[in-house]
């Protein structure tokens, strides 16, 4: 089992739906999550930044984290043809070291 | 520079020889991390530098891959004696100083091994 399993989609959803993003894992040591957005061709960039359990939200994007379950999400409201792009979670033991990636979800927001 | 920056962009190479690719992350930047992503695959870890630490190497998947970063800023990822195997996109990524901080990604070197 990998640590960090997501579905790579694609996912294809009309211009204003709302999308949920999901990434599962397997190591209980994980306390930092993100997930990061990557256009074709370019290099990931950070979307969203949480630590142990719990929400956060940043405009139209809330990142989610239930450590019970292993289960992170991300949702993204008034989803935009601008959000197309791959989403990749990531997750690290702790504030120093590598971060372990999913192998990201593509997602097209057609208008 | 604004950004991490690596160079080549793009590389073109011969089964059997060896290639550098260089990584000159954001200034002040301690933390320097080189990742793998192949065709449909997530990034794979290979190699983490923090300050003067000694690099996590946990994640080179050969003693064909080496990297080393001079005087705690620019980092190269050494490949010897290539394999198509190894064809594959090359991100560095530099951050503060861990990953409570965000970490930016350059763009990348895409590597073909012919």
């Known amino acids: 089992q990998k640590e960090v399993e997501q579905d790579p989609g694609p996912l294809s959803v009309p211009e204003g739906a709302i999308v949920s993003l999901n990434c599962t894992y397997s190591?209980?040591?994980?306390?930092?999550f993100m997930w990061y957005r990557q256009y074709s061709r370019k290099g990931p960039e950070l979307l969203m930044y949480?630590?142990?359990?719990g929400n956060k939200e940043d405009g139209r994007f809330t990142a989610q984290v239930d450590k019970s379950s292993k289960y992170i999400s991300l949702f993204i409201r008034d989803s935009q043809p601008s959000d197309s792009a791959t989403y990749l979670c990531a997750m690290s033991r702790g504030s120093q070291g590598n971060l372990i990636f999913g192998k990201g979800t593509k997602l097209s927001v057609k208008p | 520079g604004a950004g991490v920056s690596q160079s080549p962009s793009n590389k073109v190479t011969e089964k059997g020889k060896d290639v550098e690719l260089r990584c000159d992350p954001i200034?002040?930047?301690?933390?320097l991390y080189w990742y793998r992503q192949s065709l449909g695959q997530g990034l794979e870890f290979l190699i983490y530098f923090q300050g003067n630490s000694a690099p996590d190497k946990s994640g080179l998947p050969s003693d064909r891959f080496s990297a080393e970063r001079t005087g705690g800023s620019v980092s190269t990822l050494t490949i010897q004696r290539t394999q198509q195997e190894d064809s594959a996109v090359y991100l560095c990524?530099?951050?503060?100083?861990?990953?409570?901080?965000?970490?930016?990604f350059g763009q990348g070197t895409r590597l073909t091994v012919v």
């Open positions: 990524a530099s951050s503060l100083d861990s990953v409570s901080t965000e970490a930016f």
């Open positions: 200034s002040g930047h301690t933390a």
């Open positions: 949480t630590y142990s359990s």
């Open positions: 190591n209980s040591a994980f306390q930092y």
